[in-house]
């Protein structure tokens, strides 16, 4: 089932969530059977910062109630070592490559944005203007006029397809996507997670979490995921990404019913490395076995 | 690291074994497992485990993700065993089908069917597998019930179902230098020194073994390992006080050696410190909260002595005590 997005020719439309599978660190660990039976139609990558990134203080991750709080902090090498290292290696990937980039300046966005433009090996550029527990609190994707103004500024910068990934951490996200929209966004991506707290266990008044709070992922968010993704794709034209708590072909089915082109998984990939090739096929198989239109999935 | 580390490549993807054995050491619980299309893993390597069925649902609506667990004791399957193994489920399900058909001949011929996939697609995957031997190896983990992931993995019976992704990480690497192995655990960090004894053992190289345990209910943990000097908290076995106590006599004995440790962060502490204190190296198995187990997730990170973290799972679990400030107490 061959999905077109944004100028992309997909072999199916599940690909990750950023931040979500490593696949350096998987050839690693599984290696060249990874390349052979690579789960995703896209690899998205974790987000590269302009600077390295140490992360945020253990612990990161909290067991919740069908799901999980992370407080990862967007550890990562930063641009140059993406560039040298890492590209190389994922360029050998049977699958497209996006990359995903934040910036705390515009400036900063537009010189990474510059930086991707002139690699060949990538096919797409996904702003990360929604990540909830790194630094100030204004959040780019929080504000559709903020958002605006940043996507207008990078959308010269590339040809690439732009895609910007919302925070679910927004009174009206279609505003927000809508703004993403009249800037020259070729697609938008959500949800990311859910801002969330877990409480120590044993130590009263004090965070399990090293940097006290995170972000709730899992299906736990998935009926949140799926009314977001609705509400976006009844107000957009351009393609959305859509992801959160999806954990089977059918979870994936409904978010394409939401009007998705796209499903990202991410959570049940820690669960599974191969979750991605289950849940397409288990997606394909629903297609096969009922009345969804596959023309339904075929974005702009 | 690099080419030289001791890492056993995984199969990619979860994969759903069938418990062989349940049994009880003390407090401790040993699930035995066949892994027919896994490889042998090496020592110190770990896997992510999930009951099959009913994962969740417990306290707090958990467990949700898999939990890590180093290996206790791995060996390759013989020809033999697979084919009696093999005749034994046929046997099984042959028992299951006569029931059904005389309930509901339809349907038992259908479970049949896709258990004939099914066992066609692992002995598939079997062959396809280089690392291992040609009938997989079985596997056995050591647990203890303190949460509601290890209470649920720990009440699996022979025949339930187990989710597996692994070997994982890398092993212990081998003594240097001229130097011995000298293997500390405590409670259930003793499951990796048991493995990396079989292998030392089988090499003609035995080590000096000192386990620490809480108490009495614990100390049966102990006979996982051959001729272990045992010390618990409350003296109801050997020493009465810490495994360190043991390791600083050892080392008083002769300091030539490689420790190899893995136990609770306090113990694994004070290993790293007394062995920098001797200039001995140390190779420690450290534990973590983990989502994944092969990189994805980067919520098992440790502090590095030199600033910066490292991934656990893909960089770990073993680690040289000297990367280490300390061990941290989570």
């Known amino acids: ?59 990161r991750i909290y067991e919740a109630p069908a799901g999980m709080i992370n407080s990862i902090g967007l550890p990562n090498k930063g641009l140059h070592a993406y560039l040298t290292d890492d590209l190389p290696q994922l360029a050998q990937l049977p699958v497209p490559i996006i990359t995903n980039v934040m910036g705390s300046t515009s400036n900063e966005l537009a010189e990474l944005v510059t930086a991707l433009e002139d690699r060949p090996q990538i096919d797409a550029i996904e702003l990360n203007v929604s990540c909830p527990n790194v630094e100030t609190g204004l959040d780019i994707g929080a504000d559709p006029h ?31 996507a809508q703004a993403a929209e009249d800037a020259g966004a070729d697609a938008v991506s ?9 409480p120590h266990p044993t130590r009263a008044g004090a965070a399990w979490l090293g940097n006290a709070t995170g972000g709730l992922s899992g299906p736990a968010v998935r009926a949140v995921a799926l009314a977001q ?38 959570t049940e990939n820690f669960r599974d490395p191969a979750a991605g090739t289950r849940i397409s096929r288990e997606l394909d198989d629903l297609f096969a076995n009922s009345g969804h239109k596959s023309d339904r999935t075929a974005g702009a | 690291m690099g080419l030289s580390e001791p890492r056993t490549l995984a199969p990619f993807g979860r994969r759903t074994l069938s418990v062989t054995e349940r049994r009880e050491v003390g407090a401790y619980v040993v699930l035995a497992a066949d892994d027919p299309a896994g490889p042998l893993p090496r020592a110190g390597q770990f896997y992510m485990l999930a009951a099959a069925e009913r994962w969740g649902g417990r306290e707090d609506e958990r467990p949700f993700l898999p939990r890590a667990f180093s290996v206790l004791r791995a060996r390759e399957r013989a020809a033999g065993e697979e084919r009696a193994a093999d005749e034994e489920r046929a046997a099984d399900e042959e028992r299951a089908a006569d029931e059904e058909r ?24 079997a062959a396809g597998g280089s690392a291992g031997g040609e009938c997989g190896v079985a596997l056995e983990f050591m647990l203890e ?83 272990a000097r045992v010390a618990t908290d409350d003296g109801s076995h050997g020493h009465h006080g810490l495994v360190t106590d043991l390791l600083a006599a050892e080392l008083d004995a002769g300091d030539d050696v490689v420790v190899y440790a893995c136990g609770p962060p306090p113990m694994l502490e004070a290993v790293r410190a007394l062995c920098e204190e001797r200039a001995v190296p140390s190779r420690l198995a450290l534990e973590s909260g983990m989502a994944c187990g092969y990189g994805a997730c980067f919520g098992c990170v440790v502090k590095l002595r030199g600033g910066g973290y490292l991934r656990l799972c893909v960089d770990g679990p073993v680690l040289d005590g000297e990367l280490l400030a300390e061990v941290p107490a989570h």
């Open chain 1, 229 to 266: 993704v609705r509400e976006v794709a009844r107000r957009i034209c351009i393609p959305v990404v859509g992801m959160g708590g999806v954990q089977s072909g059918l979870h994936a089915g409904s978010m394409l019913e939401a009007g998705a082109t796209l499903v990202a998984v991410g």
């Open chain 2, 102 to 125: 005389a309930a509901d001949e339809e349907r038992a011929a259908g479970e049949e069917r896709a258990a004939g996939e099914e066992r066609a697609a692992g002995e598939e995957r």
């Open chain 2, 145 to 227: 019930a303190v949460g509601p992931g290890t209470a649920r993995l720990a009440e699996l019976q022979p025949g339930d179902g187990l989710h597996v992704t692994g070997p994982l990480g890398i092993g212990f690497p081998d003594p240097h230098d001229g130097r011995r192995a000298l293997l500390c655990g405590g409670g259930v960090g003793t499951a990796p020194l048991a493995i990396w004894q079989d292998e030392l053992l089988a090499r003609g190289e035995p080590a000096p073994t000192l386990l620490g345990f809480r108490d009495a209910a614990h100390a049966p943990g102990a006979t996982l390992l051959q001729n």
């Open chain 1, 190 to 198: 959500l949800i990311n997670t859910l801002r969330a707290y877990a």
């Open chain 1, 146 to 176: 903020e958002l605006h103004a940043v996507v207008a500024r990078l959308r010269p910068l590339t040809a690439k397809p732009l895609i910007v990934k919302l925070t679910p951490n927004t009174a009206d996200v279609a505003a927000v």
């Open chain 1, 1 to 59: 089932m061959t999905v077109e997005f944004c100028g992309l020719r997909l072999a199916h439309p599940i690909v990750n969530g950023s931040g979500t599978f490593d696949a350096i660190a998987a050839r690693r660990t599984f290696g060249d059977q990874l390349l052979e039976s690579f789960p995703f139609a896209a690899f998205v990558s974790k987000t590269i910062t302009l600077q390295p990134r140490h992360g945020n203080p253990p612990p």
